[in-house]
């Protein structure tokens, strides 16, 4: 009954990749794991957290192609719900240091001591508690992205001047949690993390389980928007994507749809950053940064949008390529090859990465849920 | 018309009660200082189709507009359901879920969705997001669907996407996403633009087919449409009610001949 129901909601190409995605989170831990270093076979412990870092982003990517792919919302701050994921995660991570600080204070983070600060400002309290810090991660994104979509949607803000006014609130964070009085540790965020639910954040098995986490969340994250997309709720964001006036004469309230898929996706990309955290070991102002959210853009831009797997397969791919490109002698001109790329994919693939596995002999025409092209040139112009 | 309010008042004694469905008195609106609307007053009885004409510019969607709660008007009464609801204090949605329908001029069905999910989203029933995303709406039965497809003739195109339709297809496309919500009250701003003869005179038989059961309110240009529908008349004109009746009288009008028919 539930796998008819699963099957009802995959079709083939969302099949393989599940196959992909738990081949690799059994593969990857069990070879960097069980496999001696020498051998061909064994996968780094830099390789495993490169990968669940990258993973984290493909969970963020899938967040914004449910908002931007599916109901049009093109959301260029979806990086604020990234790090406010982080920061609930890092508050937690810091507690758990204890007392084994540079100035081991049991009950103050470092930087609180450094500051002079004589108690912990009362928003860090229950941070010490996994079971706090977790709800959080899901609440506090889901909270600014009610309010803020609230506002915005009720008062019918709709195409760039939204997508200028979600720049807008990750920028204003981005200046907030640069302060240090705001008590997120200011310019150097948090960082200097020991343990996670009693591991040690660097210990290699601590890694491997977070790296499995990352993609258990990917496919938790895949099949409940794969689940609302196909549903007749996500029929409805196709149909205010594309007609919006439309959608609200046939009598749907369009300012309920975007809230509550805005506060959703706004969930989802708090846990990606949740995760994000303990495998980079840091969190700092800087991921609220605008330029992140328009890297994030870019990537569903490649991926594919409005498929969702595009939106995973091209986080993947960017962030491979960035990694590739900023190690050697090419590093200065990474910007420059991001850039080439958006441009790239938009002129000559207009239905990113994805769209190459479309065209393959054989297969069926895109599905119906795939965006039509005059929104899609927005993309070449944001990511300026 | 503004003589119907003082002869109701003259015979009933409750005054919020009125027999027409749709009840507009005194509305005016006006745009940058445009007069789009300049009291203008016409009832809709139920079951009754009319046909509205009249030069470009003469307030016709706008009229719609104010209907159907995307322009507020700056004054004037607009009732429905016998005076039961005061549209000027609604929204869209909420007119929508009262029965009132519409109609654009350009045919606007979702292009990126089959015939089949155009009509599965226009089907009366709950329209929150959790029906939409547990609830009702996915288990609507494929025979409801199939019943409305059959009556605009698109059955066999329902699982073809909407936007490869030709032009005549996406306007009983968009009749049928009205009728599949079962309103009480239609509007269907130019309903047989683009369409060729036959399509036009099909079309005709369609609404006259659902004017049996609702009011239908037809805004159009086609003169030969107006007559092969054969109803009562409302000629606007700068925002105002010029003529009504049979078409035949209000043709004859001089003031309509002047400024729309022409000599």
């Given at each position: 009954m539930i796998s008819a129901r699963l099957f009802g909601i995959l079709d083939r190409s969302g099949i393989i990749f599940l196959v992909v995605l738990v081949g690799a989170l059994v593969l990857v831990p069990a070879l960097n794991l069980f496999t001696?270093?020498?051998?061909?076979?064994h996968v780094p412990n830099y390789v495993v957290q490169l990968l669940g870092k990258y993973v984290c982003y493909a969970v963020l990517a899938l967040s914004l192609d449910l908002v931007w792919g599916?109901?049009?919302?093109?959301?260029?701050?979806h990086g604020a719900f990234f790090a406010l994921g982080g920061y609930a995660m890092g508050m937690y991570l810091m507690r758990q240091i204890g007392d084994r600080g540079v100035y081991r204070n049991?009950?103050?983070p470092d930087f609180m001591v450094f500051l002079n600060w004589k108690q912990l400002p009362?928003?860090?309290?229950?941070?010490?508690?996994l079971a706090f810090a977790l709800p959080m991660v899901l609440i506090v994104p889901g909270l600014l992205a009610l309010g803020f979509g609230w506002l915005a949607f009720r008062s019918r803000v709709t195409g760039v001047y939204l997508s200028i006014i979600t720049q807008a609130m990750t920028y204003a964070l981005l200046l907030a949690f640069f302060r240090?009085?705001?008590?997120?540790?200011?310019?150097?965020?948090?960082?200097d993390f020991k343990d996670i639910a009693g591991f040690s954040v660097e210990a290699q098995g601590t890694r491997a389980t977070l790296f499995g986490l990352s993609v258990l969340t990917l496919i938790g994250c895949f099949v409940l928007s794969r689940y609302l997309v196909t549903s007749a709720f996500g029929k409805v964001l196709v149909s205010i994507r594309d007609a919006e006036s439309r959608t609200r004469f046939l009598g749907y309230r369009v300012e309920h749809y975007k809230l509550a898929v805005f506060v959703l996706s706004a969930c989802m990309a708090g846990l990606a950053g949740a995760l994000y955290v303990p495998q980079v070991g840091i969190i700092n102002p800087?991921?609220?940064?605008?330029a992140n959210s328009i890297e994030a853009v870019v990537w569903v831009a490649v991926g594919g949008r409005g498929t969702l797997i595009g939106a995973a397969l091209g986080a993947i791919t960017v962030n491979l390529l960035k990694t590739l490109l900023t190690s050697g002698p090419l590093a200065p001109f990474w910007l420059f090859a991001l850039g080439a790329i958006a441009i790239g994919v938009t002129l000559t693939l207009p239905k990113g990465l994805l769209g190459l596995f479309d065209a393959l002999p054989g297969k069926a025409p895109a599905s119906a849920d795939k965006p039509s092209s005059p929104i899609r040139t927005q993309t070449a112009r944001h990511s300026e | 018309m503004t003589s119907l309010a003082p002869t109701s008042e003259t015979h009933l004694?409750?005054?919020?009660?009125?027999?027409?469905?749709l009840y507009l008195d005194g509305v005016s609106v006006a745009f940058d200082g445009f007069q789009?609307?300049?009291?203008l007053s016409f009832t809709v009885l139920p079951h009754e189709m009319r046909a509205i004409i009249g030069p470009n510019g003469a307030g016709k969607t706008t009229m719609m507009d104010i209907v159907t709660g995307k322009t507020r008007p700056d004054k004037g009464d607009v009732l429905f359901d016998h005076g039961e609801h005061?549209?000027?204090?609604?929204?869209e949605a909420e007119i929508a879920g009262l029965g009132i329908g519409r109609k654009f001029q350009r045919p606007t069905v979702?292009?990126?969705?089959?015939v089949a999910d155009n009509i599965l989203l226009a089907l009366e029933g709950p329209r929150d997001p959790f029906a939409a995303m547990f609830g009702r709406r996915n288990r609507i039965a494929p025979d409801r669907i199939d019943e409305v497809l059959s009556r605009v003739k698109l059955l066999e195109f329902r699982?073809?996407?909407?936007?490869?339709?030709?032009h005549g297809q996406k306007q009983w496309l968009e009749i049928g996403m009205l009728l599949s919500q079962q309103p009480k009250l239609l509007l269907v701003d130019e309903?047989?633009?683009?369409?060729?003869d036959a399509e036009t005179e099909a079309t005709a038989e369609l609404l006259k087919d659902i004017a049996a059961t609702r009011s239908v309110v037809v805004v159009e240009h086609d003169m030969s449409f107006v007559r092969a529908l054969g109803v009562k008349v409302t000629c606007l004109h700068e925002g105002r009610v010029l003529a009504e009746g049979p078409l035949d009288a209000v043709a004859a009008d001089e003031k309509v001949i002047e400024v729309y028919l022409g000599r």
């Amino acid at each position: 009954m539930i796998s008819a129901r699963l099957f009802g909601i995959l079709d083939r190409s969302g099949i393989i990749f599940l196959v992909v995605l738990v081949g690799a989170l059994v593969l990857v831990p069990a070879l960097n794991l069980f496999t001696p270093e020498q051998s061909a076979l064994h996968v780094p412990n830099y390789v495993v957290q490169l990968l669940g870092k990258y993973v984290c982003y493909a969970v963020l990517a899938l967040s914004l192609d449910l908002v931007w792919g599916y109901c049009g919302i093109l959301s260029l701050g979806h990086g604020a719900f990234f790090a406010l994921g982080g920061y609930a995660m890092g508050m937690y991570l810091m507690r758990q240091i204890g007392d084994r600080g540079v100035y081991r204070n049991p009950d103050l983070p470092d930087f609180m001591v450094f500051l002079n600060w004589k108690q912990l400002p009362w928003f860090w309290h229950g941070f010490e508690w996994l079971a706090f810090a977790l709800p959080m991660v899901l609440i506090v994104p889901g909270l600014l992205a009610l309010g803020f979509g609230w506002l915005a949607f009720r008062s019918r803000v709709t195409g760039v001047y939204l997508s200028i006014i979600t720049q807008a609130m990750t920028y204003a964070l981005l200046l907030a949690f640069f302060r240090n009085d705001m008590g997120f540790g200011g310019n150097n965020g948090l960082t200097d993390f020991k343990d996670i639910a009693g591991f040690s954040v660097e210990a290699q098995g601590t890694r491997a389980t977070l790296f499995g986490l990352s993609v258990l969340t990917l496919i938790g994250c895949f099949v409940l928007s794969r689940y609302l997309v196909t549903s007749a709720f996500g029929k409805v964001l196709v149909s205010i994507r594309d007609a919006e006036s439309r959608t609200r004469f046939l009598g749907y309230r369009v300012e309920h749809y975007k809230l509550a898929v805005f506060v959703l996706s706004a969930c989802m990309a708090g846990l990606a950053g949740a995760l994000y955290v303990p495998q980079v070991g840091i969190i700092n102002p800087s991921e609220f940064s605008p330029a992140n959210s328009i890297e994030a853009v870019v990537w569903v831009a490649v991926g594919g949008r409005g498929t969702l797997i595009g939106a995973a397969l091209g986080a993947i791919t960017v962030n491979l390529l960035k990694t590739l490109l900023t190690s050697g002698p090419l590093a200065p001109f990474w910007l420059f090859a991001l850039g080439a790329i958006a441009i790239g994919v938009t002129l000559t693939l207009p239905k990113g990465l994805l769209g190459l596995f479309d065209a393959l002999p054989g297969k069926a025409p895109a599905s119906a849920d795939k965006p039509s092209s005059p929104i899609r040139t927005q993309t070449a112009r944001h990511s300026e | 018309m503004t003589s119907l309010a003082p002869t109701s008042e003259t015979h009933l004694a409750e005054p919020r009660v009125t027999e027409a469905l749709l009840y507009l008195d005194g509305v005016s609106v006006a745009f940058d200082g445009f007069q789009a609307i300049n009291n203008l007053s016409f009832t809709v009885l139920p079951h009754e189709m009319r046909a509205i004409i009249g030069p470009n510019g003469a307030g016709k969607t706008t009229m719609m507009d104010i209907v159907t709660g995307k322009t507020r008007p700056d004054k004037g009464d607009v009732l429905f359901d016998h005076g039961e609801h005061d549209l000027t204090r609604l929204d869209e949605a909420e007119i929508a879920g009262l029965g009132i329908g519409r109609k654009f001029q350009r045919p606007t069905v979702f292009e990126s969705h089959t015939v089949a999910d155009n009509i599965l989203l226009a089907l009366e029933g709950p329209r929150d997001p959790f029906a939409a995303m547990f609830g009702r709406r996915n288990r609507i039965a494929p025979d409801r669907i199939d019943e409305v497809l059959s009556r605009v003739k698109l059955l066999e195109f329902r699982d073809k996407r909407a936007g490869d339709l030709s032009h005549g297809q996406k306007q009983w496309l968009e009749i049928g996403m009205l009728l599949s919500q079962q309103p009480k009250l239609l509007l269907v701003d130019e309903p047989v633009a683009g369409m060729t003869d036959a399509e036009t005179e099909a079309t005709a038989e369609l609404l006259k087919d659902i004017a049996a059961t609702r009011s239908v309110v037809v805004v159009e240009h086609d003169m030969s449409f107006v007559r092969a529908l054969g109803v009562k008349v409302t000629c606007l004109h700068e925002g105002r009610v010029l003529a009504e009746g049979p078409l035949d009288a209000v043709a004859a009008d001089e003031k309509v001949i002047e400024v729309y028919l022409g000599r």
